[in-house]
């Protein structure tokens, strides 16, 4: 079964930025949806952005819309999240993950294929 494996998080102070990286197969970036969710600390697991295949139509939660941009490069197989204006209630575990299905969605029951996440933490 496929592993996604993110990278990229860190410590930043409130408004820096950061760019998250998930490396996925060549068949997943050209023919899978993926997706971005986060967990904060003692919150439940939230989609954030997610990126189509074909089209690469991207989908934002309301709550990093203008500051977050999710992006791909399918000769670099990877899902890139790139945050600007970074703020303390961003700070969670930062997921990359593949739905089931061949649009965006942020239902979690579509996915089953997730990556071990990496922590971004924005704090002075």
């Known amino acids: 079964q496929e592993q996604l494996v993110e990278s990229g998080g860190g410590w930043v102070q409130p408004g820096g930025s950061l760019r998250l990286s998930c490396a996925v197969s060549?068949?997943?970036?050209?023919?899978?949806?993926v997706g971005w969710f986060r967990r904060a600390p003692g919150k439940e697991r939230e989609g954030v952005a997610c990126?189509?295949?074909?089209?690469?139509?991207?989908s934002y939660d309301d709550s990093v819309k203008g500051r977050f941009t999710v992006s791909k490069s399918v000769a670099e197989s990877a899902v890139y999240l790139q945050m600007n204006d970074l703020r303390p209630e961003d700070t969670a575990v930062y997921y990359c993950?593949?739905?089931?299905?061949?649009?965006?969605?942020?239902?979690?029951?579509?996915?089953?294929?997730w990556g071990q996440g990496t922590p971004v933490t924005v704090s002075s």
């Open positions: 060549e068949f997943t970036v050209n023919y899978y949806a």
């Open positions: 990126i189509t295949s074909l089209e690469g139509n991207t």
């Open positions: 993950a593949r739905p089931s299905i061949g649009v965006c969605t942020f239902d979690l029951k579509y996915y089953h294929v």
